[in-house]
């Protein structure tokens, strides 16, 4: 499915961290996917592009398999 969004409980159980920990991860890791509000006002829901984090997920991957 193309452009599909995940919420913050979809990225808790793909990435087995919890929100607080992926909440830090956009503020401090320059490659951790950006979230997009899913509205205007500023209340709005959160989410995260899945091709965008499954393109990181590689990313991880693939350097922790270089020093191997």
């Not at 452009?3 to 409980?9: A, C, E, H």
């Not at 592009?49 to 990313?59: C, P, V």
């Amino acid at each position: 499915m193309k452009n599909r969004i995940l919420r913050y409980s979809d990225l808790e159980t793909q990435l087995g961290m919890n929100r607080v920990t992926i909440w830090r991860r956009t503020r401090t890791d320059p490659t951790f996917p950006r979230p997009i509000r899913l509205g205007n006002s500023r209340n709005a829901a959160i989410g995260f592009l899945a091709e965008e984090i499954e393109a990181w997920i590689a990313q991880q991957a693939a350097t922790a398999r270089v020093g191997r």
